[in-house]
């Protein structure tokens, strides 16, 4: 099961003059995508809160993908991109174009997003708008790719999925992917 970790950057939601709707938004969307919430944080709008709130989750192995939702705008407090940039060992372009492509078709403000993904480790880390909507559709956009990235990031090179190794470990090898004989 794909274990996620969400951050939400709010310097409102964290000074408790706005409720954080996006961190349980999302928290709603990963379960019904049958992927595990591992942990939940809500930091304000400065680079090293996130870094270091992202650096822990990636490095200790606890979550195969970090959320953070908030933060990749334009605004001057929007900090959250350039945060997980001084932290990540890669990024991952095609996660924000596909974000904001589909994002174009609800907004036309959608490419002043900075939305994107990177890699710390065999951690997927995704940064997305603040906005609860914002959030789950950006999510819902890149949501087929997170398997196969986090099967790669653990070196997994194969097309098999994460859920096709965990059925075959519960059957003891006698579930469909060895039928197949994979």
């Known amino acids: 099961m794909i274990r996620v970790a969400i951050l939400t950057v709010s310097d409102s939601a964290f000074a408790g003059t706005r ?8 928290a709603d969307r990963v379960r019904q995508n049958g992927w595990q919430i591992a942990q939940t944080k809500l930091v304000k709008d400065e680079a090293a809160d996130i870094a270091q709130a ?12 970090i959320l953070c939702a908030g933060g990749t ?20 372009p095609g996660f924000g174009e596909v974000m904001r492509a589909e ?5 036309k403000f959608s490419p002043l997003s900075r939305s994107g993904a990177f890699t710390r480790g065999s951690a997927l ?9 914002g959030a789950v559709e950006s999510l819902n956009a890149v949501a087929d790719l997170i398997p196969h990235a986090v099967n790669l990031l653990h070196g997994h090179s194969s097309h098999e999925t994460l859920q096709e190794r965990e059925h075959e ?4 090898g006698q579930g469909e992917a060895s039928q197949k004989g994979g």
Request: glycine share 10%; proline share 9%.
């Open 19 to 26: 409720e954080d709707a996006s961190g349980p938004a999302l």
């Open 54 to 65: 992202v650096t822990r989750w990636a490095d200790s192995g606890d979550a195969d993908v």
């Open 73 to 92: 705008g334009l605004a001057p407090r929007d900090v959250t991109p350039d945060a997980l940039r001084s932290v990540a060992a890669r990024e991952v």
């Open 103 to 107: 994002g174009r078709k609800s907004t």
């Open 125 to 133: 880390i995704v940064a997305l708008p603040g906005s609860p909507r």
């Open 169 to 172: 470990k519960e059957t003891g």
